[in-house]
């Protein structure tokens, strides 16, 4: 019936459900008080929360009495339906109310209603996908219908009592019915048809907390199944259910706004990026090893990004791999074997990465790997005021190179997150990278620029990190917000160092790059491009780190504000002058930021740098409930 529609489908029809609330004053003849408070509390919630959300949905021309016993079957096939009685029943209205006229639950026993309603919601949804806002009104409306059938039965006995008496069958069964379903509750109903048609769980968002989620029975069952070593945030644990834009929901739908996650680097389900990912999904996902174009046209607009020669991609499933083959391809590339790393780095969680990531050794460095000191104007080795300070870092690299060399092990390649994340984002000396790669380049090393916390126009300048750093990289690693969230990681590189690669060795990821995954690729880069956020990163930013700054009068805990785009470091300490570090302080300071309804974390090497990354959507209203929070959070502290 979509598309069809006449003037005689607007009716006034009693048993339209979007007319059920003018039977609100003929439950009076409902004899029994109990059953008639229930019906009335019904229709009245109908009234006020209901109708206004039904609007908003699907219609089209239904039956709107089409149960069980306006069904004709084949007595030797009965599940299958040869004819459909009662068309004087046709009404516009909400498609989904057509599963609260099929239910038929006044027939159920208690112990079934739910398994009923489940299997009759989980059907209709394999033939007409349900939407968000359909599932969660099936429990009102299932209700609506109950109420407006016993409603109608007792009037009808009072003003008709001729009336066909199959009806007056009907009318005990629904009032339990009715009476059993607000026992069981909106919100077990709800949950379990969302479970029952793969929908994720729900979240109220902007719904009043009435009380904190206990997260006993989770964290058992997660450390049952995922064991006791996977970390978690904050000291009491936080429950998230849903996120939309710069906000994330518990499951009591208290929102908190995100100002740490980078993944999400357009938002959270980012409405062109999901719509990417549904359609592809519902046409074709796919491995590389067929043609199709949906690979080919996001490589070349990703490449377009990138200037000079670096021409090339190789499509993976995350960070950690890109870094893992960028690795692979550079020592393939070079003949060499030893890593250049910054101390405190974070690549990737493979055996090679592992290697890379410092931050994370705990029992020192593989014999072909060397770090270099953190250039850190702050609390560094050099500090600001320091003539030449970025050729004194530098400096370090020629004795890292050196010590390699004393193994008999030459640099493939000096691997860096541009962003310097995992070092505290200090503030780098201009030109500090550009040397550092020069001295590796004239041994025969590669640079291989790690973009997974730097790119995407997170720094506010361009879309990548290192030309922020007035790099030239031979390859370049791209993970997380690739995507926005979509398992996607990007090798991007010369074409004679893939080759060099591919040449030696068969190299495939099954669902690197696969069309779905392409598809939320290229719908991120729609988003920064169309919406402005690397100007918007630079601009917020800006504005963030000033107002951060004019807190420290205020708060002597603050030692030093730095960072770039919507890359930004407050570094915590005991002493402005001793530069003490707040280590326990910042993670008092991380708690009670979700306290105030704001998530950010910590980094570096003495845990005391609150960490603040949040997606690029991030506006000045978000920047001043970000500050205040952390205003109020330093007074209690």
Request: charge should be negative; include cysteine.
């Amino acid at each position: 019936m979509r598309g069809f529609f006449h003037t005689h489908a607007r009716q006034a029809h009693p048993w339209d459900i979007m007319r059920s609330v003018e039977l609100r004053p003929h439950t009076s003849h409902i004899a029994d008080s109990a059953d008639r408070m229930n019906v009335e509390q019904v229709l009245d919630t109908m009234q006020a929360e209901i109708l206004p959300r039904l609007r908003r949905l699907r219609h089209q021309v239904i039956h709107a009495d089409a149960h069980a016993q306006n069904m004709l079957t084949d007595a030797h096939m009965p599940q299958s339906i040869t004819g459909i009685l009662d068309f004087g029943d046709m009404v516009f209205a909400p498609l989904v109310t057509g599963i609260a006229i099929a239910a038929d639950l006044e027939r159920a026993a208690p112990d079934e209603l739910m398994m009923s309603l489940c299997a009759l919601v989980a059907g209709y949804d394999r033939v007409i996908p349900l939407e968000e806002d359909e599932i969660d009104l099936i429990y009102d409306l299932v209700l609506a219908r109950l109420a407006a059938t016993s409603a109608i039965i007792a009037w009808r006995k009072e003003m008709t009592p001729d009336q066909p008496a199959y009806l007056h069958e009907y009318e005990a069964p629904c009032l339990e019915s009715i009476a059993n379903l607000l026992r069981i509750g909106r919100e077990k109903v709800r949950d379990e048809l969302r479970a029952a048609c793969r929908f994720p769980s729900y979240s109220p968002i902007n719904a009043e907390v009435q009380s904190e989620e206990n997260n006993e029975a989770l964290l058992a069952r997660r450390q049952r199944v995922l064991g006791p070593g996977l970390s978690l945030f904050y000291s009491e644990p936080l429950h998230i259910e849903r996120g939309r834009g710069v906000w994330l929901y518990n499951a009591q739908g208290k929102a908190y706004l995100d100002a740490y996650n980078n993944v999400p680097v357009v938002g959270h389900c980012h409405t062109h990026v999901v719509q990417a990912i549904a359609r592809q999904s519902a046409a074709l996902n796919i491995n590389t090893r067929y043609l199709y174009r949906g690979i080919l046209d996001y490589a070349e607009r990703l490449v377009s990004l990138f200037p000079g020669d670096l021409s090339v991609c190789l499509f993976v499933n995350s960070g950690s791999e890109a870094v893992d083959i960028a690795w692979r391809m550079a020592q393939s590339y070079t003949g060499q074997r030893g890593a250049l790393v910054m101390e405190d780095a974070y690549h990737g969680i493979t055996e090679a990465t592992w290697h890379l990531s410092t931050s994370k050794m705990k029992n020192g460095l593989a014999t072909h790997v060397q770090t270099l000191l953190t250039p850190d104007p702050y609390r560094g080795k050099f500090r600001h005021g320091v003539a030449n300070i970025a050729e004194l870092y530098a400096a370090d690299a020629q004795r890292a190179i050196g010590d390699l060399h004393q193994g008999g092990i030459k640099p493939a390649a000096f691997i860096v997150d541009t962003a310097f994340a995992s070092n505290g984002i200090p503030d780098v000396p201009k030109g500090y990278l550009a040397a550092v790669s020069e001295m590796v380049h004239l041994v025969g090393g590669l640079l291989i620029a790690d973009e997974i916390q730097a790119g995407f126009g997170r720094m506010g300048t361009h879309w990548w990190g290192y030309m922020g750093h007035a790099l030239n990289p031979d390859i370049v690693t791209l993970g997380k917000p690739v995507g926005n969230g979509y398992p996607l990681g990007v090798i991007v590189t010369r074409p004679e160092i893939l080759s060099t690669l591919v040449d030696r060795t068969s190299i495939f990821s099954s669902y690197g790059g696969n069309p779905v995954a392409c598809a939320a690729g290229m719908a991120t880069i729609d988003v920064i491009e169309n919406e402005d956020l690397i100007d918007n990163a630079a601009r917020i930013g800006g504005y963030l780190r000033e107002g951060l700054r004019a807190l420290m009068p205020r708060h002597d805990w603050i030692g030093d504000v730095r960072g770039m785009g919507l890359l930004i470091a407050v570094e915590l300490v005991r002493d402005r002058t001793t530069l003490e570090p707040a280590r326990e302080e910042t993670q008092q300071i991380l708690d009670l930021m979700r306290e105030n309804g704001v998530l950010i974390g910590s980094e570096g090497r003495l845990a005391n740098v609150l960490k603040i990354r949040p997606p690029l959507i991030f506006t000045r209203e978000h920047a001043d409930l970000l500050i205040d929070a952390l205003d109020r959070s330093l007074a209690a502290l």
